[in-house]
Nanobody
């Protein structure tokens, strides 16, 4: 069982920045694929940024050039630096951890943190 705890959300004006953090339990954190997802009211949850154990990264087109995902394996942390925020970035942001073991895939979610971009 992997527990994920997000922090760093809040209210920010358009053009501002926030940094989200996700603390993960487990001794095998470095092997997890970690990701940030978001869900806006009335919309489906979508992938924002994903970083693999080998630090391969993918971003949603809507956040490329504005958001940066990173991980600190020594501290079991993953970050999402969000710059040039727009009102359409408003959503609940969720941390996700995935790993495979003995041909079975495991998938865990945090409780989410609210990000509101508004003037």
């Amino acid at each position: 069982q992997v527990q994920l705890v997000e922090s760093g959300g809040g209210l920010v004006q358009p053009g501002g920045s926030l940094r989200l953090s996700c603390a993960a339990s487990g001794s095998a954190f470095s092997t997890y694929t970690m990701g940030w997802y978001r869900q806006a009211p009335g919309k489906q949850r979508e992938s924002v940024a994903v970083i693999t154990s080998s630090r391969r990264i993918n971003y949603a087109d809507s956040v490329k050039g504005r958001f940066t995902i990173s991980r600190d394996n020594a501290k079991n942390l993953v970050y999402l630096q969000m710059n040039s925020l727009k009102p359409e970035d408003t959503a609940v942001y969720y941390c996700n951890a995935k790993y495979s073991f003995l041909e079975r895939e495991y998938n865990y979610w945090g409780q989410g943190t609210q990000v509101t971009v508004s003037s």
